[in-house]
């Protein structure tokens, strides 16, 4: 596969994982209402499929940086991807309690100050949590990197299997057993499995596809295996509460999101790969570099697109989820591309520093 071919898989994957990403939050509130009926079904599924989203964003970092030779530099490391996705963490982490204390009437410095000084503890806002592990992991990769370029493809395959069995089969498994038996499952934080929020393994997975060629397996195969786990994984969020959180449930004590994430990756690496018109390759890498601010901005639109939605559409239901969908996703797109052509905040906000065209 040549470079360009892989670069544009790539944009076409990141692209994918975030129109997911704000899919799972325009659509959270709907599957809170309604619980039983049809359309809540269908919502609820949906939401459920499209989180595979932040573990193909963690695969697609995989992929890239320990396939460069510039990951094992420690200065470039430090000048170059630490600033990018640092400082526009720090500054949205600033702007997000700003937005939301005026969201409720209540914005204040003492309020704002108070959230911000708390910002190595907890994100100042929810869908910022993601930047913790993404951090860590840019930290570590001149280290991961060092082991991955020197290691046989079975000692790759051994570190992604403790990851999957200590960081997600186990936790699922006690989470589903009574609580009485749970503990029995449950291993020690100091027996240190646990590596940065267990977002480590799906870094290392991407790169490991990548080597083993994954994007030769058989389309049906990967749609059947996806589907399966999907389902399945919805059906036990539903029977299990205690698995249905955000930054534990859906990305690292159950296995059904893994399972699913791999092939996801590999059909999307496959589809991808095979795009040639000319339009739609240049949508993709038109949206690609403006991804990350998109994620950074899209929940705070939604504290003011949400509710003027549900309270002037005449309609509800999937569609009107989807039409909110559309009015963030697309309002959330044109302000970082409005960002993105102003040099200077450019890369203070969005991590991009030269000018789109």
């Known amino acids: 596969m040549s470079k360009k071919q892989r670069i544009f898989y790539l944009d076409f994957i990141r692209v994918i994982a975030i129109l997911l ?56 490391t430090w000048k170059q991807r630490v600033p990018r996705v640092v400082i526009p963490f720090v500054l949205w982490s600033v702007i997000s309690p700003i937005v939301v204390g ?20 907890q994100p100042t806002s929810p869908t910022l949590w993601f930047m913790y592990p993404l951090i860590g992991i840019y930290i570590l990769s001149p280290i991961i990197k060092t082991f991955v370029q020197n290691a046989t493809t079975e000692m790759l395959l051994y570190v992604t299997g403790i990851w999957l069995v200590t960081c997600s089969l186990l936790p699922s498994i006690a989470v589903m057993l009574p609580k009485n038996l749970a503990a029995i499952l449950q291993l020690s934080p100091i027996a240190n499995f646990f590596l940065v929020g267990g977002f480590t393994g799906y870094f290392i997975l991407g790169y490991v596809l990548t080597r083993l060629h994954a994007e030769k397996t058989n389309s049906w195969w990967l749609i059947l295996v996806f589907l399966i786990f999907g389902f399945a994984g919805n059906f ?3 029977a299990v509460p205690q698995i249905f959180d955000a ?31 000319n339009f739609t390759v240049k949508t993709f890498e038109f949206l690609s570099p403006l991804v990350f601010g998109v994620y950074l901005i899209h929940n705070l639109l939604i504290l003011y697109i949400e509710p003027f939605f549900m309270s002037h559409l005449p309609i509800q239901g999937i ?3 989807f039409i909110r969908y559309f009015a963030i996703l697309i309002l959330s797109i044109f302000i970082i591309w409005i960002l993105n052509l102003i040099p200077g905040l450019n890369y203070l906000l969005t991590g991009n520093s030269h000018k789109r065209k």
């Open 247 to 277: 930054n534990n449930g859906y990305y690292v004590t159950s296995i059904f999101i893994p399972i699913m994430s791999v092939p996801a990756f590999i059909l999307l690496q496959k589809w991808g790969s095979t795009i040639r018109n």
């Open 21 to 76: 990403v704000i899919f799972i939050h325009a659509s959270a509130i709907d599957t809170t209402k309604n619980i039983g009926t049809g359309q809540w079904q269908i919502t609820k599924i949906l939401n459920y499929f499209a989180h595979i989203s932040v573990p193909l964003f963690f695969m697609i970092s995989g992929t890239l940086l320990l396939n460069s030779k510039k990951t094992t530099s420690l200065s470039y």
């Open 236 to 238: 036990i969020s539903e």
């Open 102 to 121: 005026i969201y409720v009437h209540s914005l204040s410095l003492h309020n704002v100050l108070t959230s911000v000084k708390n910002m190595l503890h």
């Open 319 to 321: 569609i009107a989820t």
